[in-house]
């Protein structure tokens, strides 16, 4: 199919299903839900629920497969379910697909793993805080310094709460101190900011989408300052990865509500499967199965083949590769003019 045809002009009217800007707000109540948790928690139940919460998101296994990698699944297989998204992206899919491989692959022998993580980690908290971001961006019609203000201020504030969650079993105690007095220090200088910024907002709406950003990070700050770590990682990643759901089911039932156009939905059609629930029902089964049958099963493919084993080819390799990727692509593939685009429209504002 050429360009032309993909990008050809289509009419919004003719899309079934919305991304609501009002549905997306209304994601943020879990931020008072999970201070008011934390609240009864401390002078309730004598932290209780604290004590009971795993350490870090990643030892709760319900976790890993609830947030975060569903969703990089599910915008995998939309776009590389489509032949037409495929052939207008591959340059880029191959290019960043041999810069995942040098980088992380080959110069993982030689860069140390902490400087990756940290590289990982920060492209991972810009990618969240982008997304909410740029959703933001059509509510609240920032000037362009404003925008990128509130952005960085965000993400860089959002990097170093990440680092203390993540990295505080290997720093030291001044170490996390310094850690959480910058991410203080950034949270305070991004709420001064939207102060200021508000007033370029031009409507009320505007001005909660902004707000809410804001008090994302804020949230997360003051969670992690009172070492509610679990609670600081969920709010920001319901948040994102619902977010991401609204667009991807849009597109799909827009796409694919009359009539399916690729083998996976005519599957979905056969199985009396509603298109609505196709990638969200598959990429929660595909993560369950990555993440608990995944590695044993490649290594014992590799074990019985070539005598050999790779470490956490799947857990690590693999959706680490689609990690990476998603991060990628996310960034243009629901860009003005894409031909993902063809089947978003907006309401609620």
Same mark, same amino acid.
């Given at each position: 199919?050429?360009?032309?045809? =993909?990008?050809?002009?289509?009419?919004?009217?003719?899309?079934?299903?919305?991304?609501?800007?009002?549905?997306?707000?209304?994601?943020?109540?879990?931020?008072?839900?999970?201070? #008011?948790?934390?609240? @009864?928690?401390?002078?309730?139940?004598?932290?209780?629920?604290?004590?009971? +919460?795993?350490?870090?998101?990643?030892?709760?296994?319900?976790?890993?497969?609830?947030?975060?990698?569903?969703?990089? =699944?599910?915008?995998?297989?939309?776009?590389?379910?489509?032949?037409?998204?495929?052939?207008?992206?591959?340059?880029? +899919?191959?290019?960043?697909?041999?810069?995942?491989?040098?980088?992380?692959?080959?110069?993982?022998?030689?860069?140390?793993?902490?400087?990756?993580?940290?590289?990982?980690? !920060?492209?991972?908290?810009?990618? #969240?805080?982008?997304? $909410?971001?740029?959703?933001?961006?059509?509510?609240?019609?920032?000037?362009?310094?404003?925008?990128?203000?509130?952005?960085?201020?965000?993400?860089?504030?959002? %990097?170093?709460?990440?680092?203390? %969650?993540?990295?505080?079993?290997?720093?030291?105690?001044?170490?996390?101190?310094?850690? @959480?007095? %910058?991410? !203080?220090?950034?949270?305070?200088?991004?709420?001064?900011?939207?102060? #200021?910024?508000?007033?370029?907002?031009?409507?009320?709406?505007?001005?909660?989408?902004?707000?809410?950003?804001? +008090?994302?990070?804020?949230? !997360?700050?003051?969670?992690?300052?009172? $070492?509610?770590?679990?609670?600081?990682?969920?709010?920001?990643?319901?948040?994102?990865?619902?977010?991401?759901?609204?667009?991807?089911?849009?597109?799909?039932?827009?796409?694919?509500?009359?009539?399916?156009?690729?083998?996976?939905?005519?599957?979905?059609?056969?199985?009396?499967?509603?298109?609505?629930?196709?990638?969200?029902?598959?990429?929660?089964?595909?993560?369950?199965?990555? $993440?608990?049958?995944?590695?044993?099963?490649?290594?014992?493919? @590799?074990?019985?083949?070539?005598?050999?084993? %790779?470490?956490?080819?799947?857990?690590?390799?693999? =959706?680490?590769?689609?990690?990476?990727?998603?991060?990628?692509?996310?960034?243009?593939?629901?860009?003005?003019?894409?031909?993902?685009?063809?089947?978003?429209?907006?309401?609620?504002?």
């Amino acid at each position: 199919m050429s360009a032309q045809g =993909i990008l050809a002009p289509y009419q919004l009217s003719k899309l079934k299903l919305s991304v609501s800007f009002r549905f997306l707000l209304s994601l943020y109540a879990i931020i008072p839900l999970c201070l #008011v948790a934390l609240w @009864l928690d401390q002078y309730g139940f004598r932290h209780a629920l604290r004590d009971m +919460l795993p350490s870090s998101p990643s030892h709760f296994l319900l976790f890993q497969v609830l947030f975060g990698t569903p969703h990089i =699944i599910a915008s995998s297989l939309l776009l590389f379910g489509h032949v037409d998204y495929v052939n207008t992206f591959k340059n880029k +899919l191959l290019g960043m697909t041999l810069f995942i491989a040098v980088f992380f692959g080959i110069g993982s022998l030689f860069i140390p793993y902490r400087v990756l993580y940290i590289i990982s980690a !920060s492209w991972t908290v810009y990618h #969240v805080l982008k997304q $909410q971001h740029g959703v933001a961006k059509a509510v609240c019609r920032l000037p362009s310094w404003a925008f990128y203000l509130q952005l960085w201020l965000s993400v860089s504030a959002g %990097i170093f709460i990440y680092m203390g %969650i993540f990295l505080k079993n290997s720093l030291t105690s001044l170490q996390a101190d310094l850690v @959480l007095q %910058i991410a !203080s220090g950034l949270t305070a200088v991004l709420l001064i900011s939207t102060l #200021v910024c508000q007033k370029y907002v031009p409507s009320r709406f505007g001005v909660y989408f902004l707000w809410a950003n804001t +008090l994302l990070v804020v949230a !997360s700050w003051y969670v992690f300052s009172q $070492q509610y770590y679990f609670l600081a990682i969920l709010m920001p990643r319901l948040v994102h990865d619902i977010t991401a759901y609204s667009f991807y089911v849009s597109h799909d039932v827009n796409r694919h509500g009359d009539q399916p156009q690729n083998a996976l939905f005519r599957l979905a059609a056969w199985c009396h499967l509603p298109v609505a629930l196709v990638l969200p029902v598959l990429s929660f089964l595909l993560t369950y199965l990555l $993440q608990v049958y995944g590695d044993d099963l490649v290594n014992v493919i @590799l074990q019985t083949l070539f005598s050999t084993q %790779i470490y956490k080819a799947v857990t690590l390799g693999l =959706i680490g590769y689609l990690a990476l990727m998603h991060y990628y692509t996310e960034a243009f593939v629901w860009a003005a003019g894409s031909p993902l685009r063809r089947y978003i429209r907006f309401s609620g504002i």
